[in-house]
């Protein structure tokens, strides 16, 4: 809601209070509107201030409701322009945040004053979206095309001093915005209103307008691969260009539903929910994040392949940095570890892993990923006072492997040889239709950056291949099972990976990170099929989807089934942070319901009945009982299914 306040000196006040942030919901429109209306008819108010509670002016529309249909026609663009058109100053004093709606609602105002530490900007395009009731059109109205591009393709949020340098903000102070803003209004209230309106003022024309668009649609196609928002973004700016504002908020407006309505919306705005849901673990006993302890370190150790290489680097003094951070947020409850490593596998150059011990004699383990000049420091722990750590805190049990790792490998074992196809086959990846293929191929440069004989010890060790191999053992099959030896020849054929300068890929050097696919890999897999008559076949791009991902998706059940993971979301947020999941696509978990789980039920069931020797294509039994409600809602899964005894 918004509450509207008489003050002395003819002004009116307009607070919007929605806790916790402030979003516009039906109601605070309905509340703002309403204030609005009462101010201008009541002929001793002369200015009109508008504020949030609680020191948060507004956090934009409510994202629940774009699930809604009330999203496609808000009626908040109407306002921000009945705003303008006011006979009356509007001032908006502005504390906290002024995001996406919220930052509309400001640039409907006259005047904005805001508060020094205040967050403003249209993070809309990371929701899939566009700030589709004015923001597109009126941002580059204000600041001009170069800078308004930039907030509005990428989301990003700036502080209260460079939104007045662009020219957001009209006065930044270092006390209460709201008690400023009511003076400030006080001393404007018969000045003319015409120069004030954003939407009578023409774009700033630059001389290099075409050109500098192109850059922008080049620039977030490389950024953003597969994601529509940010393009759709930089058309509504340019209708800002190219039309009087009465047609370019048209076009605005038709950009705006069509975002709203594609499924990239759905999937980025569920990944919102699911990473703060997350993050509200709680074990059985009670335990959350905000009551675990925290624990003093004790000792510190750096483990990884190019440690010495590493020392020497200049990322070192950022390592230290790291370390120095960590002790005052590491918190260890009972035996769960809190957190798990978002890596995020791409261009990977360096991986190292530090370890941490506390002094009750608890390690955690800490991934270190280096991507080019960047030093990105990932956790398995929760440090919260660190600005060097980025981290998502979810809770898994002590042997969080079962959750990333096993996860991956069962599945990647099971799809193995359809992986290796794939690898073969450069030329269909770059027409597959579904950037989620791309994490099966990361899964390769990540196998030769760690190492393939790290995964060929320990199958020697478990007695599936080496001198433990009972003799007579047929090469693809461990008892029933379909057994992929293809690794463990790259092997014993010397391809341990990049340190050997070859694996799955050939490299520029031992050690050498230039990667390019290797034609030894296609020869041999000639002569891999002649040697166990396998019939070479065209296996299709479904095919490749389906095996790969439903056999992962099946893996997903079976572990919430079985209380491994505490919820969907849990799985698909680690998806999203460690694994590289395309964000648009929400994680494994929502992607299958987008699919509909009776359709990924009968393609498991299809390959189960086709290749009886690759359990992983066996439907697990969550799946199954899922499945007979038909496609439920993500939501009502764990309902439905039943919550079985928590393992965490
Ligand atoms: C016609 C279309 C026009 C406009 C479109 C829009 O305005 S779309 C919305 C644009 N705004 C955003 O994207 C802001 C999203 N929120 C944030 O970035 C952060 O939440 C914020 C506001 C910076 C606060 O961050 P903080 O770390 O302090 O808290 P947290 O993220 O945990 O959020 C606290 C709770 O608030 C809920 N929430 C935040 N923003 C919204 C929102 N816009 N709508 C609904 N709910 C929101 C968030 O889910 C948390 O709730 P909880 O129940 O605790 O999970």
Redesign the pocket.
Known sequence: MAEYLRLPHSLALIRIRNP??N??SPAVLYGIKEGLQKAVSDHTVKAIVISGADG?FC????????STPW?SD?G??DLVDEMQRNKKPVVAAIEG?A??????LALGSHYRIAHVQT?TG???V??G?????R?TQLLPRLIGIPAALDLITS?R?ILAGEAFKLGILDKVVNSDPLEKGIKFARTILDQPLECRRIMNKTVPNVPNMDAIFSEVFAKVRKQYPGYIAPETCIRAVQASVKHPYEVGIKEEKEL?VYL?ESGQARALQYA??AE??A??WSTPSGVSWKTASVRPISLVGVLGKHVGEFLDSPHLHMVRAAIYLVPSGVKFCGKHIAVLAPLILIQVHELFILCVRTGDGNFFFFFFVVLGPELRTYTLSHSTSSQLIEMENILVPRGWGEVVSTFLTISNNGTMNIHVQVLCRHTVFSSLRDSIYVIYIRNFRVSDLAGLDVGWKGRKGQGLTGPALPPGTPARKRGNIRYCPIPDILCESGRFGQKTGKGWYQYDKPLGRIHKPDPWLSKFLSQYRETYHIEPRVISQDEILERCLYALINEAFRILGEGIAASPEHIDVIYLHGYGWPRYRGGPMFYASTVGLSTILEKLQKYYRQNPDIPQLEPSNYLKKLAAHGNPPLKEWQRLAGTPSSKL
Do not use: Q
Request: hydrophobic share 45%; glycine share 18%.
């Open positions: 916790p942030v979003a516009i948060k956090a934009g529309v409510d994202i629940h409701v774009f999203s808000t908040l663009g945040m995001l996406g709606g919220g930052l509309e967050e249209f993070p809309e990371t929701l979206i566009l700030p589709g009731a923001g989301g949020c705006a709203v919102f929910f703060r849901n993050n509200k």
